[in-house]
């Protein structure tokens, strides 16, 4: 019995080389290389002539090997030399988080689930799919590494004293905080509410953000200390709310800007 088998060369070179191109694209934006695009799209052309593995043959190591090597010369053809171990890291991380989305999509959309066995219909990925999920993928993806990476990148440990209470909190530095006491003239540090913080003494202190107005309830702090340096002159106010700005627990004023 003789099957025939049928490879689009054109089809695979094509899904190679859009995978790449987004692929090399989301490091990019990531690690926040200056490369230009024409380099990514004659990395990603280099890459896509990949489909000529398919002619050789060679062991699984050797296959391996070889792929790694093809690696090398995508990364170097992209970003060049000078930040390369990081590129290929972020490279092959960035190849794994989108073909396990794509394997998730597959197994969930194209295969039937019988029992312990999963049986495909002969369809297998939409190539509209293709072309729209893993762009957005990647998109949210990157977004949202960026958006925790610029999240930890001002984040400081703060140490707090009130009393004989003492709470090592972490905190993050908000331009936008400008929050004081009008009679004492002394900046606030926000606290989450489920810090808890027990304020035998507390005053109200009012606050305006947009196109809201109130008052928190405040105490005064015996020391703050953020990252080994110390603000005596503050409050702690008590948030309504919790945080859910990657594990922060309270906010701190634009006004500790200049010493940090």
């Known amino acids: ?31 926040k ?14 890459a896509g002539c990949t489909i000529f593995l398919l002619f050789l043959s060679l062991s699984t190591i050797g296959l391996i090997v070889f792929k790694i090597i093809v690696s090398v010369f995508i990364i170097l053809i992209t970003f060049g030399r000078r930040n390369f171990f990081t590129d290929f890291l972020y490279f092959y991380f960035i190849s794994m988080i989108l073909g396990g989305f794509l394997y998730l999509f597959d197994i969930s959309f ?33 977004k949202e590494y960026k958006r925790r990476k610029a999240i930890v990148s001002v984040t400081y440990p703060v140490d707090v004293f009130v009393g004989d209470q003492v709470f090592h909190l972490k905190g993050i530095l908000d331009t936008g905080n400008q929050l004081k006491d009008p009679c004492t003239g002394k900046s606030v540090v926000l606290v989450s509410s489920d810090v808890p913080i027990s304020m035998k003494q507390y005053f109200y202190v009012p606050y ?27 409050l702690i106010g008590v948030s309504k709310k919790t945080f859910s700005l990657g594990g922060v627990d309270c906010i701190l004023p634009n006004q500790f800007k200049e010493d940090l």
């Open 1 to 31: 019995m003789v099957i025939e088998m049928k490879v689009y060369l054109d089809l695979v070179f094509f899904i190679n080389f859009f995978f790449d191109f987004i692929i090399l694209l989301a490091t990019k934006l990531v690690l």
């Open 33 to 46: 290389e200056k490369t230009p695009i024409w380099r990514i799209v004659v990395g990603s052309l280099f």
């Open 208 to 234: 305006k953000a947009l196109n809201t107005e109130g008052i928190i309830p405040c105490c005064k702090a015996d020391r703050v200390i953020v990252d080994d340096v110390v603000f005596s002159k503050c």
């Open 110 to 142: 194209t295969y039937e689930n019988q029992g312990m066995l999963f049986l495909g219909h002969g369809l297998g990925l939409n190539f509209l799919a293709i072309l729209i999920l893993s762009p957005i993928f990647l998109y949210f993806y990157v």
